[in-house]
């Protein structure tokens, strides 16, 4: 099952690649034809890398950010478990 679900995602990933890969290159060669009618303006070719690459970094970005703060979180419950516990090994520094 996860083989087929695998073989299905790179066979939508290549298509997309060829597809968008003859739009950028292969387009503005092409004489005025109704097979240009098959792809968006030519300024979308950048816009939507541009707009791919921003969710992607966001999601990433906001991924990190969640995961420091848990970690901070956990590692302050630590030492308040500890300090409150009574033990003389936590000192105050000037």
């Known amino acids: 099952m ?3 679900l695998v073989r299905v995602c790179l066979f939508v990933l290549t298509t997309l690649f060829g597809y968008y890969t003859v739009w950028t290159l292969l387009t503005p060669f092409l004489p005025p034809s109704p097979l240009l009618s098959l ?9 939507i890398p541009v707009l ?3 969710v992607g ?10 995961l420091l ?12 478990g500890r300090s409150a516990k009574g033990d003389k090994t936590t000192r105050k520094r000037h």
């Open 52 to 54: 791919i690459l921003l």
């Open 2 to 4: 996860v083989r087929r």
């Open 69 to 80: 703060i848990e970690t901070a979180k956990r590692k302050r419950q630590a030492a308040g």
């Open 39 to 47: 792809f968006p303006d030519r300024e979308w070719a950048v816009r």
């Open 57 to 66: 970094l966001s999601a990433v970005g906001m991924t990190t950010g969640c």
